[in-house]
């Protein structure tokens, strides 16, 4: 099975400010990575995947295998970026998703 | 952009009541699936449907559980017998592929009392 840890719960940075939320996987297999965000009283919506390769909002997110991480990151991060983040690796034949618990991004103005 | 709708938004209970949470997924996704949210918890994977049945299930989905679609749109979860842990969000998702990620619901909020 899967496990994801997000270690920071809450992270607050200023509007403008790089940030980078954390994530680091076990696996067993190659799985495939994902972001998902949750927005204050909104779905849960899907951000990025890693198959794409894309940067959505200015958010990129690289898998480093070595370090089995799937940190996402923006360099400039805006009011509206403020939500719930979750890294959410797949399982091996994409029958479900494996959370992580999450970090609560707060920008600041 | 099509949308999963889930219904009630907000359900409250007596414990040891039956509840069915409904979803409607997006019309040609062909992968269903529930979530739940324990408030300050994590999402967890509760059970995937596809092709008419059960692909996998979670040992949260015990036989208190079971989902069922009755008439090709609708994707219904029920709980037997509700008890006080099962106060949670419910989220539905459908996927086309799952290779591409999900779509979820705004989910059901089940408080059971």
């Known amino acids: 099975a899967q496990r994801v840890t997000q270690p920071e719960k809450l992270l607050s940075v200023f509007k403008g400010a790089p940030v980078e939320l954390k994530c680091n996987y076990s696996?067993?297999?190659?799985?495939?990575l994902f972001w998902y965000v949750q927005y204050s009283r909104q779905r849960l919506q899907l951000l990025l995947r890693?198959?794409s390769r894309e940067s959505i909002k200015g958010f990129t997110a690289d898998l480093n295998k070595g370090e089995t991480s799937f940190h996402l990151k923006k360099p400039f991060a805006q009011e509206e970026d403020s939500a719930m983040y979750y890294c959410a690796p797949s399982s091996y034949n994409f029958n479900k998703f494996y959370f992580g618990s999450g970090t609560k991004l707060n920008v600041k103005p | 952009e099509p949308e999963v709708t889930q219904t009630p938004s907000h359900q409250v209970t007596q414990m040891g009541q039956e509840v069915i949470l409904r979803c409607v997924p997006i019309?040609?996704?062909?992968?269903f699936y529930w979530y739940r949210q324990i408030l300050g918890q994590k999402v967890e994977f509760l059970v995937s449907?596809?092709?008419?049945?059960?692909?996998?299930k979670s040992e949260i989905f015990d036989d208190q559980f079971s989902v069922e679609r009755p008439d090709g749109s609708n994707f219904t979860l029920k709980i037997r017998s509700t008890k006080l842990e099962d106060s949670a969000m419910y989220f539905c998702?459908?996927?086309?592929?799952?290779?591409?990620?999900?779509?979820f619901g705004s989910g059901t909020r089940l408080t059971v009392v």
């Open positions: 449907f596809y092709n008419n049945e059960i692909s996998e």
């Open positions: 998702a459908s996927s086309g592929d799952g290779n591409y990620g999900y779509t």
């Open positions: 696996y067993s297999g190659s799985p495939e």
């Open positions: 019309s040609n996704h062909l992968y």
């Open positions: 890693h198959i």
